[in-house]
């Protein structure tokens, strides 16, 4: 009897990198969202369904855990229809053995999984043992932003492995870095672990991380950091030459503040040190002996001390409004975040007016717009209505918070 094989999934992102058309394939379920397929997973039998799809990084309550317990049970044992295709991926299967070569690493099986649509979108593929555990994690960046994000983290993952070593704040290793199948570049690196229910670490575990990571290298002043800001938002579409009206004004906003803050005595007086550049919900968990973080391509030796847990109290702040919850009574939408900056930053004088903390929230939005409105800039290749469409997006949600003065 012959097996006839399976398509590849239609829609599926990256298909030509993760299935060349040569060499042996691999059946894998398929799991999509409104927005198109999410992840892909090996078909490879009760125990290892039951690893992978009960498996996941981002805290969440029990009332999902125990539904993603239950689906992983379900798809498992073959009680939920779900989508199957064949993956010719025998190209990425002999890249990622190559990588992982001498390490002691050993895998049987990959899941693939895909952030939502946006320039720095990456497959990340789970490097599994032959029970579905998970033993490796491989970043594929295809193009040039999602490139350069993996070189950047693998640089990023060498100089914390050369800065000494870490205990509370634990972070992955690189095992291997190197060309993918399509021109792509891989950096494969080690797992960090992640038992049961995936939990946010409190305040007081966050910050002993921290500390941690800043300890003995931080230094006062931020004109080295606000002058290398401004050149990144310097390299933003010049404002005159967009039409879109949201797109413009997030541009000229976004210079405006630049010349402000140049202006501004606080920004000699400002700590700053190493940063991871992206702590959120989705890439700090709370474990045993510490707080776990991955997704270091943001990373830098030298932004505002604070800058980390300000990120997180915006993106908390976003998630609770997107969902209709409000998490501060009044006042300033950067509230939350001009507050961390107070935590971390060295106290005030007496009777001097708090604009330093509100000037940095501002800013953290500002790089934010510098780094997300970059990549949309060099994703889109020229095309004018990509760029603004970018640009306009971005500008939803930043363009109001870079108005709010103190």
């Known amino acids: 009897m012959t097996t006839i094989p399976l398509p590849v999934p239609a829609g599926l992102p990256f298909a030509s990198v993760l299935s060349d058309g040569t060499g042996e394939t691999t059946r894998y379920r398929v799991l999509r969202r409104d927005d198109g397929v999410r992840a892909l997973v090996p078909d490879a039998g009760v125990g290892v369904l039951r690893e992978v799809l009960g498996r996941a990084n981002d805290p969440e309550p029990w009332s999902r855990h125990v539904a993603r317990q239950g689906f992983a049970t379900g798809a498992g044992l073959g009680l939920l229809a779900t989508e199957r295709a064949h993956l010719a991926d025998a190209t990425l299967r002999t890249r990622l053995e190559a990588l992982v070569e001498g390490s002691g690493l050993e895998f049987s099986h990959l899941a693939v999984h895909f952030g939502p649509p946006r320039p720095n979108r990456k497959p990340v593929v789970h490097l599994l043992d032959d029970r579905g555990v998970l033993v490796a994690v491989a970043k594929i960046g295809a193009g040039p932003v999602p490139a350069a994000l993996v070189l950047r983290e693998a640089a990023a993952l060498a100089a914390l492995s050369e800065q000494g070593p870490l205990v509370l704040l634990q972070v992955p290793t690189v095992v291997g870095v190197g060309p993918g199948p399509g021109d792509s570049t891989v950096l494969v690196q080690t797992a960090l672990p992640v038992a049961g229910r995936a939990r946010l670490p409190q305040e007081p575990e966050r910050r002993r991380a921290l500390v941690e990571l800043s300890c ?42 630049v010349a402000e803050t140049e202006e501004a005595g606080w920004v000699d007086d400002v700590r700053c040190g190493p940063s991871h550049g992206d702590w959120a919900r989705q890439n700090v968990v709370g474990t045993p002996d510490g707080v776990a ?34 998490t501060q009574r009044g006042g300033s939408r950067l509230q939350a975040s001009a507050d961390a900056f107070a935590r971390w930053q060295p106290p005030h004088q007496a009777g001097a007016r708090p604009e330093r903390d509100l000037g940095l929230a501002r800013l953290l939005v500002l790089d934010l717009v510098a780094r997300y409105g ?10 004018a209505a990509r760029v603004q469409g970018g640009l306009a997006r971005l500008a939803g949600w930043t363009l109001p918070l870079l108005r709010e003065t103190a």
């Open 216 to 257: 003995g290298r931080t230094s006062t002043g931020a004109r080295a950091w606000l002058a290398g800001l401004a050149e990144r938002v310097d390299g933003l579409p010049d404002a005159d030459a967009l039409t879109d009206p949201d797109a413009r004004d997030l541009v000229d906003a976004a210079r405006a503040l």
């Open 293 to 326: 973080a991955w997704d270091w391509e943001r990373y830098d030796r030298d932004r505002p001390v604070g800058y980390d847990e300000a990120h997180l109290a915006l993106q908390e702040v976003r998630r609770a409004a997107s969902s209709g919850r409000r």
């Open 374 to 383: 970059g990549d949309a800039t060099t994703t889109a290749g020229g095309d």
